[in-house]
């Protein structure tokens, strides 16, 4: 019941104003918490309230299409159909951008076609910052111009679909609306004709002086190149020697370490045998080395020959 267009609502395009909206777009703002919450017996005067806290623009985010704020607020215009007069006023409001484009949207959607040249494309001038919500659910940065030409020239904003507009070049040749004035024609008439006034002819002088400053750069632009190239030059060369003295000192401390080690190994080794010589010297003596007289005294006791 609280989804139903008024009784006295007059058909939008040929059809009901809420069937303007798809039907699973539609459905999906009926089950929203928004609708239940904050559009549920609200009247034109309520709406404009509920515009006045608008944060963002958009249509449906999110993977289960979720609906936005602004899309449900405009679900509910098309069901109670607010005045003519509430709208433009909505349009004129320059305190509060986000009802600016909800009045906008509302009467593309269903304004006639001079309507919507008529009343959308003074807001070209309007160039406020304006922060839309994107199918992924994040936000970007526009402007009001730009949302304003987006329902002028698209087929689909904001996840709807639009009705069609008649172009403008054909209302023009039937005499429905007046060429379109640009704000910045003026400064384009001032600057073509500035650029048609002839100019003064250089002095030969001047051009003179010209000439000599421009060979003295190119000249100073030379030298430096030159400059920096025997820089880089001797660069090169500084480090190639510094390269080359790093690499001698390795290989010297690299042989030094080995003439330490092999000098430390030979040391070990003689000290080794000097100690293993001692030690044999010191361990002979009375017991295994006997005279020749002691041998013969023995062996004369054993009955044995004596030595000769």
């Not at 958009?58 to 609906?67: T, Y």
């Amino acid at each position: 019941m609280a989804n139903r267009t008024v009784k006295d609502a007059v058909t939008v395009k040929g059809t009901n104003p809420q069937y303007l909206v798809e039907k699973i777009i539609r459905s999906r703002i009926y089950d929203s918490k928004y609708w239940k919450e904050n559009c549920f017996a609200l009247t034109a005067e309520l709406l404009v309230d509920k515009a006045m806290e608008l944060k963002y623009i958009g249509g449906v985010f999110g993977g289960n299409i979720k609906p936005t704020p602004f899309l449900c607020l405009v679900l509910k215009m098309l069901q109670i159909q607010p005045e003519k007069d509430i709208i433009i006023e909505f349009i004129k409001n320059e305190d509060f951008k986000y009802v600016r484009a909800l009045g906008a949207y509302y009467l593309r959607l269903t304004g006639s076609s001079i309507d919507c040249y008529k009343y959308l494309e003074p807001l070209l001038n309007d160039y406020r910052k304006i922060r839309m919500q994107r199918r992924d659910g994040n936000f970007e940065l526009s402007h009001m111009d730009e949302f304003i030409d987006q329902l002028l020239r698209e087929e689909r904003v904001c996840d709807v679909q639009l009705p069609r507009l008649q172009k403008r070049r054909v209302m023009e040749e039937n005499n429905e609306l007046d060429p379109r004035v640009s704000v910045l024609e003026d400064d384009l008439l001032e600057e073509a004709s500035s650029d048609s006034e002839p100019e003064p002819e250089p002095e030969p002088e001047r051009d003179d002086r010209r000439k000599d400053r421009e060979r003295d750069r190119r000249r100073d632009r030379s030298r430096e190149r030159d400059r920096d190239r025997h820089r880089d030059r001797d660069n090169k060369r500084n480090r190639s020697r510094s390269r080359d003295r790093r690499r001698r000192s390795r290989s010297r401390s690299r042989d030094k370490r080995r003439r330490d080690r092999s000098r430390s190994r030979s040391r070990e080794y003689k000290r080794e045998r000097h100690d293993k010589v001692k030690h044999e010297k010191g361990s002979g003596g009375g017991k295994d080395e006997l005279s020749v007289s002691e041998t013969n005294k023995l062996r004369a006791q054993l009955g044995l020959p004596p030595l000769k």
